[in-house]
T-cell receptor, first 115, second 114 residues
Framework: GNSVTQMEGPVTLSEEAFLTINCTYT??????LFWYVQYPGEGLQLLLK?????DKGSNKGFEATYRKETTSFHLEKGSVQVSDSAVYFC??????????????FGTGTSLTVIP | GAGVSQSPSNKVTEKGKDVELRCDPI?????LYWYRQSLGQGLEFLIY????????KSGLPSDRFSAERTGGSVSTLTIQRTQQEDSAVYLC????????????FGSGTRLTVV
């Protein structure tokens, strides 16, 4: 079946530090991969996505590369800011007739950036 | 509308009562999804609608849960005889076509069963 495993948190970093949040997946087919972010008190927002192997998704200084050989989609940012404090979810989606574009989410990684 | 709208945003109910959660998707979005976000357990897929039809209801946690969609628009998720383990944030999402990757989530309904 499909599943996503991501790095447990919480993660605390100083401003301008380098961020990596590890994510690996198991999939039966050829999924698309995503990172979603949930800021305090807000809903889930798409951060970036990649639809095939070797694609790199990027947004707001974050990036992640779809690595089929290691079944990974690690999230990175070179210099985090206080405003990046949020919960980050790795997810995959696969199309199915009865489930549509169902998403499988990791359990989330809480990031706190301190000034 | 501009985004996916869910109501109520917060609901506190007594154990054993029925609750109804509402989702108003983005206008024109044919695909609609319900998920549950439980503390420490990530997001769990509940059900998918294409138009008014839900091909597979096996993701609903128990027979106390039901969902419907009318007019290809608004969807309601009903939980009968609520239990404390039903406490969670219920999220709705919509997309413009069945295979579309453009998923937009609502802000969710936080359900607390006391």
């Amino acid at each position: 079946g499909n599943s996503v495993t991501q790095m447990e948190g919480p993660v605390t970093l100083s401003e301008e530090a380098f961020l990596t949040i590890n994510c690996t997946y198991t999939a039966t087919g050829y999924p698309s991969l995503f990172w979603y972010v949930q800021y305090p008190g807000e809903g889930l927002q798409l951060l970036l996505k990649a639809t095939k192997a070797d694609d790199k998704g990027s947004n707001k200084g974050f990036e992640a590369t779809y690595r089929k050989e290691t079944t990974s989609f690690h999230l990175e940012k070179g210099s985090v800011q206080v405003s990046d404090s949020a919960v980050y979810f790795c997810a995959l989606s696969e199309w199915g007739l009865s489930t549509g574009n169902q998403f499988y989410f990791g359990t989330g990684t809480s990031l706190t950036v301190i000034p | 509308g501009a985004g996916v709208s869910q109501s109520p945003s917060n609901k506190v109910t007594e154990k054993g009562k029925d609750v109804e959660l509402r989702c108003d998707p983005i206008s024109g979005h044919t695909a609609l999804y319900w998920y549950r976000q439980s503390l420490g357990q990530g997001l769990e897929f509940l059900i998918y609608f294409q138009g008014n039809s839900a091909p597979d209801k096996s993701g609903l946690p128990s027979d106390r849960f039901s969902a419907e969609r009318t007019g290809g628009s608004v969807s309601t998720l009903t939980i009968q005889r609520t239990q404390q383990e039903d406490s969670a944030v219920y999220l709705c999402a919509s997309s413009s076509k069945p295979g579309g990757l453009g998923y937009t989530f609502g802000s969710g309904t936080r359900l607390t069963v006391v």
